[in-house]
């Protein structure tokens, strides 16, 4: 069975939100499937999942969350070759950069090697219905494509 790693920063549970739906949809879909908050998780286990889902909320001028440095510091220098990956987070448009930290992640995933393989979802505040169902795509898309792959 494949498996995917969800982990997540969220402050006011938004992202938190999004994270649940994307990782009861991967578990349907038939991934075996962790939903972490990214202060419980250490980034060094990615490497033990074929998928990882990560997702953030923006903070100060378009930056990671706090929640989210001590993880996104552990990921420099590993190797994510071959993990198929996908990235959402929440955002308010009335900021100079929207969701700049879903763009910081999806770079910093394609940096290390990993396959990023949709678009990355942003929403303003809580994902509306539409944009949970597009989170819910996300969690089926990844298990399907790992399913294929193993
Ligand atoms: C001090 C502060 C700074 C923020 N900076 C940004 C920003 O630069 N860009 C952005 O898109 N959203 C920004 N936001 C908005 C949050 O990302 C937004 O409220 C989000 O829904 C929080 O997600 P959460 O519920 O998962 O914590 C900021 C919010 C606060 C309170």
Known sequence: ????????????????EAAEVIAAAAREAGADTVLKEAF?????????YDGIIIGAYTWGD???????LDFYDGMAGLDL????????GSG???YPIYCG??????????????EV????????YGASSGEKERASEI????????SVAT
Do not use: H, R, W
């Open 92 to 94: 308010d448009t009335s």
């Open 1 to 16: 069975m494949s498996s995917i790693l969800v982990v997540y920063a969220s402050l006011t549970g938004n992202t938190e």
């Open 81 to 88: 070759t071959g993990k198929k990956a996908a990235v959402f």
């Open 139 to 146: 969690g089926k898309l990844l298990a399907g494509l790992l």
């Open 40 to 48: 419980d998780a250490n980034a060094e286990e990615l490497l033990q």
């Open 117 to 124: 393989v949709c678009e990355s979802l942003k929403f303003e």
């Open 62 to 68: 378009g930056e990671l969350p706090d929640e989210f």
């Open 101 to 114: 930290a879903v763009d910081t992640i999806e770079n910093k995933l394609k940096e290390l090697g990993a």
